[in-house]
């Protein structure tokens, strides 16, 4: 960053953090990071909303509450989600930010997984691309995309071992479930005979 004074104010939805240039260069999140390598106003832009140079201000138009939470990761190493938003609202301000869904806690990773594959609008990965492209961050758009295809992947294995009217497969998987039960139903009501018993001495005898 070759302007600016050393002390570095990010305002986020209204919230602000000061920091300086050398814990600006290697912060864990990529676009705050990226405001390092910035040789002018005109790159500061296109990271962030707005910039003020006489208090070296960054404003970025983004979930304050939100970037608590993501603050909290950068501090703690444990990323988990806001209380009361939505999970794919909150997941859209870690893309944003540079994170992935795998800086979640498991348990956060598994409510992303059922939420996106509740979600019956999908997006074309060109209506993806457009978004991120817009807020900057290209290299998202594959893994983006792929994060949606193996969540849908999980939900149609999912509803196939879950929910037999789901899916012709699912029908095939529930009739065979139907009928080994059934199959060791009479099985063990069939050791209790007397004649069970008695075929097996027999068996054991000739032996």
């Known amino acids: 960053m070759k302007f600016g004074k050393n002390i570095c104010i990010l305002n986020v939805g209204g919230t602000k953090y000061a920091f300086t240039r050398e814990v600006i ?19 500061v832009l296109e990271v962030c909303d707005d910039y003020d140079r006489e208090r ?33 609202s909150f ?47 290209e290299d998202q758009v594959t893994r983006f995309a792929s994060e949606r295809g193996n969540a849908r992947w999980l939900e149609r294995m999912r509803r196939t071992f879950e929910e037999p009217a789901s899916s012709v497969a699912a029908q095939i998987l ?3 479930s139907v009928v080994f039960v059934i199959m060791s139903m009479v099985i ?16 054991v005898e000739e032996h």
Request: proline residues 3%; glycine residues 2%.
């Open 56 to 88: 070296n201000e960054f404003f970025f138009d983004r979930h304050s509450e939100a970037f608590v939470f993501i603050m909290l990761y950068v501090r703690s190493g444990k990323l988990r989600f806001v209380p009361q938003m939505c999970e794919l």
């Open 25 to 43: 260069k290697d912060f864990p999140l990529r676009r705050v990071s990226r405001l390092h390598s910035c040789s002018s106003e005109k790159e």
């Open 188 to 203: 063990l009501c069939a050791s209790t005979l007397p004649d069970w018993d008695t075929a097996k001495n027999n068996t």
């Open 91 to 137: 997941y859209n301000e870690m893309i944003y930010w540079g994170l992935e869904s795998s800086h979640l806690e498991f348990c956060c990773q598994r409510r992303l997984e059922d939420r996106m594959s509740d979600t019956y609008t999908y997006f074309s990965e060109e209506d993806i691309k457009a978004e991120v492209e817009s807020r900057g961050e």
């Open 174 to 176: 529930a009739s065979v």
